[in-house]
Antibody, heavy 120, light 110 residues
Framework: EVQLVESGGGLVKPGGPLRLSCAAS????????MNWVRQAPGKGLEWVGR??????????DYAAPVKGRFTISRDDSKNTLYLQMNSLKTEDTAVYFC???????????WGQGTLVTVSS | QSALTQTASVSGSPGQSITISCTGT?????????VSWYQQHPGKAPKLMIY???KRPSGVSNRFSGSKSGNTASLTISGLQAEDEADYYC??????????FGGGTKLTVL
C-alpha cells in the first residue's frame, strides 16, 4: 500500500526557515516524480513545486510565490522527500501535502498533510 | 499563473446530476489533455477522481465523468449521493511546466 507521511510542520516566525519531510513507502520512490501542494486555512489547493526522479534528471520546478525561497530535494536512499522553506511569510501558513506525480500533472497519492503556521 | 476559474458552489438532490466547470486558457486547460479533478472532504486529503480529462482511476465510481471543450473542462456527477458532498478542485498542466488548480467548488447534496 502506498503511504506518504509528512512531518516537520509547526509554528515559525516570519523570516525563519523550516524543513518538511515526506516519508514514502509502498512504491519505488526512486522512480517517482513528487510534488508539494499546500492549502491555506479555509482556502483552495495551491501547487508548490515538483521534483523529477533522478533517472529523469532530477530537475525541480516551483510556483512563482515560492521560487527562490523554497527548495525541493529528495534522498532516494531514505525514500524521503524534503521541502526546505526559507524567508517564510505569513501567507505561507498552510497545510502542506506531498503527492506522487504521473505524467507531469496527475497526483494519484497524497499524504495526510502537515500544518505550517508562520506568525510572530 | 492565475488559478483556474470554478463556480464557488453547486447543489443537487440525491439521484440528480450536476456539472462543475473549470475555465482556463489556451496555456493550460485548452492546450493540454492534462486536466484532473480532485474530491476533498473536510479535514481530509484530496482524492483523485478524474485524470487526463476523461480517465477514472481504479476504484472511482463510474458516476463521475470528465470532459473538455476549448478552454473549459467539466466534471459531471450523476446519480448524486450524500457521500458526494465535498469540495471539488480541477487542475491543469501549464505551458510553464507548472501545475495550476481551480479555486474549488463546494458541492452540497440537498
Amino acid at each position: 500500500e502506498v503511504q506518504l507521511v509528512e512531518s516537520g510542520g509547526g509554528l515559525v516566525k516570519p523570516g525563519g526557515p523550516l524543513r518538511l519531510s515526506c516519508a514514502a513507502s509502498g512504491f519505488t520512490f526512486s522512480n517517482a516524480w513528487m510534488n508539494w501542494v499546500r492549502q491555506a486555512p479555509g482556502k483552495g489547493l495551491e501547487w508548490v513545486g515538483r521534483i523529477k526522479s533522478k533517472t529523469d534528471g532530477g530537475a525541480t520546478d516551483y510556483a512563482a510565490p515560492v521560487k527562490g525561497r523554497f527548495t525541493i530535494s529528495r534522498d532516494d536512499s531514505k525514500n524521503t522527500l524534503y521541502l526546505q522553506m526559507n524567508s517564510l511569510k505569513t501567507e505561507d501558513t498552510a497545510v502542506y501535502f506531498c503527492t506522487t506525480v504521473l505524467r507531469w500533472a496527475t497526483l494519484p497519492r497524497w499524504g495526510q498533510g502537515t500544518l505550517v503556521t508562520v506568525s510572530s | 499563473q492565475s488559478a483556474l476559474t470554478q463556480t464557488a458552489s453547486v447543489s443537487g438532490s440525491p439521484g440528480q446530476s450536476i456539472t462543475i466547470s473549470c475555465t482556463g486558457t489556451s496555456s493550460d486547460v485548452g492546450g493540454y489533455n492534462y486536466v484532473s479533478w480532485y474530491q476533498q472532504h473536510p479535514g481530509k486529503a484530496p482524492k483523485l477522481m478524474i485524470y487526463d480529462v476523461t480517465k477514472r482511476p481504479s476504484g472511482v465510481s463510474n458516476r463521475f465523468s470528465g470532459s473538455k471543450s476549448g478552454n473549459t473542462a467539466s466534471l459531471t456527477i450523476s446519480g448524486l449521493q450524500a457521500e458526494d458532498e465535498a469540495d471539488y478542485y480541477c487542475s491543469s498542466y501549464t505551458s510553464s511546466s507548472t501545475l495550476v488548480f481551480g479555486g474549488g467548488t463546494k458541492l452540497t447534496v440537498l
